[in-house]
C-alpha cells in the first residue's frame, strides 16, 4: 500500500466516523513560543484540550507536517544511521474534545489496522498503563485480544503529559507490530515496533504534581505514516518505502566512491541526503530561512549536513536543489506547496550550499590537520570546534560526525562554554539595566496571558478612519483590562479600540488616550499598540509615569485619539508596498515570493526571494509603480473566505497563516490583489512619487528593497538633489549634466596614480636593504625563517611617507616579501617596517609550511593581528618595530 493511499484511507476511515478532517498546520506553530517546530500531530489543537468547550470542531483528522530537528525532540544525529529517524515526517492524527473517550477510540483504531489496513491480528499487540484496568479491559473483553497479546507498562511507557509541570494528560495505549527480527525472541521488545499512540488525556496536573480528573476528557492519537508505510511493504527500513525511494534512486554517486566507501556507508549519506531534502524544502517553503539563530540555524545544520554527504559521495554539482524534481513527484500531490514554490526554495538550497562550499575545504583542511597531529585522547578541543563553527560555519554536530568517522570525539562540554561566553560579550546591553527590563517585560507576558485565557476582546474600528484626513480623530471606547507596570507605565485594551497594532509588516498607530478621574483631565501618550496572540484584542502601552493612584477602572470611558500624521504616513507605504510587489511579479515573474516586509511612516522594506535585480530591473519597477501612483486607482476592500480569494488569484505571504473563514483582500483593480490586515490609502495618487533606495542580499536567497514613497520620498529626492549639488562644487562642474565628465576625469588621474605607485614599489621592492636580517626558525615544524627589518623613512612610497613614520607602508612590505619569495625560495620570509608585517613562504619549496600559520605563530611572540593565505599573510603588530634588537623573542 502506497504511503498516498494510507493517507487518503487514514483520512477517509475518520472522515466516515464523524471527523472533520482539517489540513496539516505549519512547521512553524504560529501561536506557540514554547516549540521551535510542530513536532507531533496535537501540537495545533493544544489550546483545545486546555480548553475543550472552545474547540471548533468536537472531532477532527488530519495528517500533520512534523520537524524533529532542534530543542527537546531533536533527531538529527540519528538520520540515516538509523531505520526510523527522520528530521521531517509526517502524523496521521484524529482527535476528540469531549465527544468520545476510549472505549471509542481503541473500537476505531482496531477496525481501521485489521479491516482497512489489513493488518493480521496475529501480528499486533497493545500495551496499556499497569493500573488502567479499564483500557485493559476493553482490549481484552471488548475486542477480544489474546491476553498474552496485551501487556500493562509503567507510567513511563504508558503515560503522556504535555511536559513535567501542570496541564492535561493521561494514559495511553499503544499498538505495536511484529516485526519478527530472527535476531529477537518474540518476548523481546526489540522485536516490536510502535506504530500509534491513543493517549487518554483524563487528568489535569496540577502545580503540585496532583492528579485531577477532566471536567471534559479527551483523546489524542499519533501515527507515524512512515513507519506504518514500511510494516505494509514489507520493509525492514523506512528508507526502503516509496515514500523515499524515488529520491533516492535519483542520487547518481561517483564510480570513484564505491573504491573507498563501503555500500552500507553509501547508502547511509543518500538516506541522509534524501531526509534533509524533504525538512529543508518544507522549512523554506514556510519562510524559514538559513541563519545563525533560531530556527534558521536548524536549517543551515540540516542543508550543510546534507551538502558533505554529497561531497563525500562525489557528487560535484548542487547535490539538494538537482534532486528537488524527486522530491516534486514524491510528495507534490499531497503537498502543492512545494511545488508552488519551488523557485524560492530552490534558489536559497542552491544559495546555502554555495556559501558552505566555500568554507568547507578550509573547514575539512583544519579537521585534517588536528586528525594528523597524534593525540593519544583523540578530541576535538572546545576551541578548535568553536572556531570551525564561528569562522567556517561548521555546525558542531556536522563536527561531530566527521570526528566520529575518524575515531575522534568532540569536546562538547567546552564548547557550550566558549559559546556561551562569546554570547554574552556580543549581547548588547538595554540601556536602564537587564534586570529591569526583564521584571518590567514578565509583567507584560503575565498580562497578555491572563487576558488571552480569559477571553479579553477589543473590536478594532480603525477601518474607518480616513487616513488623509488632517483632523483630530477620536474615539469614545470603555476600558476592558488595565494593568499597571512597575516601571510607571500601564498596559490598556480599550473597546472598540481605533488603534492598529503592529502586525502584517505594519508598525503600530500612537497616539494618546484621555481619561478624566475626579473632575480632572489625565491625557496619556500611546507608546505601541500590540495584539494579543489570539488576535481578539489590542493592548495599548501607554506612559503614565507620574500618576499616584489608579487611574483606569474596568467599565470606565476613556477617549482614543490616534496620530494621524503616522497612520498617513503608514498608509502611504503600505499601499505603495502592494503597488512594488505586484510590478516585481511583473517585472521578475511569480516566482516571487515575499518573505517579510516593514512598513513605516517615512519608508518601507520588501524582503523577497529572487536572483540579484538589475538595475534596468529596478528602473522599470520604479517605472511601473509610479504609473500606478498617477492612474490613481481607488482600493477596494474585500471579506471572502480563503478559498474564493485564492480562486480570484490573491497573493498572501507564504510566512503567514491565515484563518479559514473570512479573510480580508486589498485590491487595486487591474494591478494587485493580496490578503491583508493593515490600513491603506483609499487611492493611490499619494504614493507618488515612489524611489527604490537600495536593493541588496540579506541570506541566502533573499533580497531587500528599501524604498520611500509621497512626501518621504519627496524630501528624500531633496536631499540627494543636495549633495548632488554639493558634489558638483567640489567637482568644479558648471552644472550638474557635466558632474560626470568631471568624475571621469578624476578616475583617470587616480588609476594612473595608482599605476605609478605601483610601478615605484615594485621597484623599491627590489632594491631596499633592510636594517639588518637574521635567521630563525619558526612553528612546530621548525620552518627556516628570514626577518628583514626595514628602515622607516628611506622606505616609504611617495603618498605615504607621513604614515610610514609610525606605521610603515604595508603595500611596500607585501611587494618585498613575494620578492624575497620568488627570488629565495627555500625559506619563510618575514619582513616588517614599523607596524606593518608581512609574511611569506614558497610552499613548494618549504614542505609543511604554510604563511597563514606562521603568521599566527609570530603573533604569539609579537602581540598584533592579521592571516592570509598559504604563500603571504599580513598583518600589523601592536608597536612598530626599528631595530632587530626589538625581536629578542623571535
Known sequence: MSASEIRERYTKFFANNGHTPLASSDIVPKRDSTLLFTNAGMVPFKQFFLNPMSAPYKMVTSVQKCVRAGGKHNDLDQVGYTPRHHTFFEMLGNFSFGAYGKREIIHMAWKFVTEELKMPPSMLRVTVLETDDEAYDIWKNEVRIDPKRI?????????????????????????????????????????????????????????????????????????????????????????????????????????????????????????????????SAFLIAEGVYPSNTGRGYVLRRIIRRAVRAGRLLGISDAVLSGLYPSLESAM????????????PIISVLESEEKTFLKTLDKGM??????????????????????????????????????????????????????????????????K???????????????????????????????????????????????????????????????????????????????????????????????????????????????????????????????????????????????TATHLLNAALRMVVGDSVMQAGSLVQPDGLRFDFTSAPLTSSQLDRIEELVNK???????????????????????????????????????????????????????????????????????????????????ASAARWLQRQLG???????????????????????????NKAL???????????????????????????????????VLPLLACSSPMSARNAQHSGDARLVAERARFLRDTQPRSAHVVIQGCAV?????????????????????????????GGQDTLAQGKLASAVTTFDQLTCI
Not at 332 to 343: F, H, K, L, N, S
Not at 842 to 856: H, I, N, W
Open 432 to 574: 536602564g539595566g537587564s534586570s529591569k527590563r526583564d521584571a518590567v517585560a514578565s509583567e507584560i507576558d503575565s498580562a497578555y496571558l491572563k487576558w488571552q485565557d480569559a477571553a479579553i476582546q477589543s473590536r478594532f474600528c480603525g477601518y474607518d478612519i480616513d487616513p488623509e484626513s488632517n483632523m483630530q480623530v477620536s474615539v469614545t471606547a470603555e476600558v476592558a483590562a488595565f494593568r499597571e507596570l512597575s516601571n510607571g507605565d500601564a498596559l490598556i485594551v480599550i473597546d472598540p479600540c481605533p488603534f492598529y497594532a503592529t502586525g502584517g509588516g505594519q508598525q503600530a498607530d500612537t497616539g494618546k488616550v484621555t481619561v478624566t478621574r475626579d473632575n480632572e483631565m489625565h491625557q496619556f501618550a500611546v507608546k505601541t499598540a500590540v495584539a494579543l496572540p489570539n488576535g481578539k484584542a489590542t493592548v495599548l502601552h501607554l506612559a503614565v509615569a507620574g500618576s499616584k493612584h489608579a487611574l483606569f477602572d474596568a467599565g470606565q470611558e476613556v477617549i482614543g485619539t490616534i496620530d494621524m500624521k503616522r497612520r498617513y504616513g503608514n498608509a502611504v507605504h503600505h
Open 151 to 279: 501487556v500493562r507498562c509503567g507510567p513511563e511507557d504508558n503515560f503522556w503529559s504535555m511536559g513535567s509541570g501542570e496541564g492535561p494528560c493521561g494514559p495511553s495505549s499503544e499498538i505495536f507490530w511484529d516485526t519478527q527480527d530472527p535476531r529477537y525472541s518474540e518476548n523481546d521488545e526489540e522485536r516490536w515496533l510502535e506504530f500509534w499512540n491513543l493517549v487518554f488525556m483524563q487528568y489535569h496536573r496540577t502545580a503540585d504534581g496532583e492528579l485531577k480528573p477532566l471536567l471534559t476528557p479527551c483523546i489524542d492519537t499519533g501515527m507515524g505514516l512512515e513507519r506504518v508505510a514500511s510494516i505494509l511493504q514489507g520493509k525492514k527500513n523506512n528508507f526502503d518505502t516509496d515514500i523515499f525511494q524515488s529520491i533516492i534512486n535519483s542520487i547518481r554517486h561517483s564510480a570513484s566512491v564505491e573504491a573507498v566507501l563501503p555500500s552500507d556507508r553509501i547508502l547511509t549519506y543518500k538516506r541522509i541526503i534524501t531526509d534533509h531534502l524533504r525538512a
Open 628 to 710: 500606478a501612483a498617477l492612474d490613481n486607482f481607488s482600493l477596494c476592500v474585500h471579506q471572502m473566505t480563503l478559498e474564493q480569494a485564492k480562486t480570484r488569484g490573491a497573493v498572501a505571504m507564504f510566512t503567514e497563516k491565515y484563518d479559514s473563514g473570512n479573510v480580508r483582500v486589498v485590491e487595486i483593480p487591474g494591478v494587485s490583489m493580496e490578503l491583508c490586515g493593515g490600513t491603506h490609502l483609499h487611492s493611490t495618487r499619494a504614493v507618488f512619487p515612489f524611489q527604490i533606495v537600495s536593493e541588496g542580499s540579506i541570506g541566502s536567497g533573499t533580497r531587500r528593497i528599501e524604498a520611500v514613497a509621497g
Open 723 to 749: 549633495y548632488a549639488r554639493a558634489t558638483a562644487q567640489m567637482l568644479e562642474a558648471k552644472s550638474l549634466d557635466a558632474m560626470d565628465k568631471k568624475a571621469q576625469q578624476l578616475v583617470d588621474r
Open 365 to 430: 583542511s583544519l579537521l585534517e590537520d588536528i586528525f594528523a597531529s597524534k593525540s593519544e585522547n583523540k578530541i576535538i578541543s572546545g576551541k578548535d570546534a568553536f572556531l570551525l563553527y564561528d569562522t567556517h560555519g561548521f555546525p558542531v554536530d556536522l563536527t561531530e560526525i566527521i570526528a566520529r568517522d575518524h575515531g575522534w570525539s568532540v569536546d562538547i562540554a567546552s564548547f557550550d562554554q566558549i559559546q556561551r561566553e562569546s554570547r554574552v560579550r556580543n549581547q548588547a546591553t538595554w
Open 754 to 788: 595608482k599605476d605609478e605607485v605601483g610601478a615605484w614599489l615594485q621597484t623599491a621592492a627590489v632594491n631596499v636593504e633592510a636594517i639588518t636580517t637574521r635567521a630563525t626558525k619558526l612553528g612546530t615544524k621548525n620552518v627556516p625563517t628570514v626577518v628583514h
Open 332 to 343: 507534490g500531490a499531497a503537498y502543492p506547496e512545494i511545488v508552488e514554490r519551488r523557485r
Open 838 to 866: 608581512a609574511l611569506s613562504v614558497d610552499t613548494e619549496c618549504v614542505s609543511g609550511a604554510k604563511a597563514g600559520e606562521l603568521l599566527r605563530e609570530l603573533f604569539s611572540m609579537l602581540p598584533g593581528k592579521g
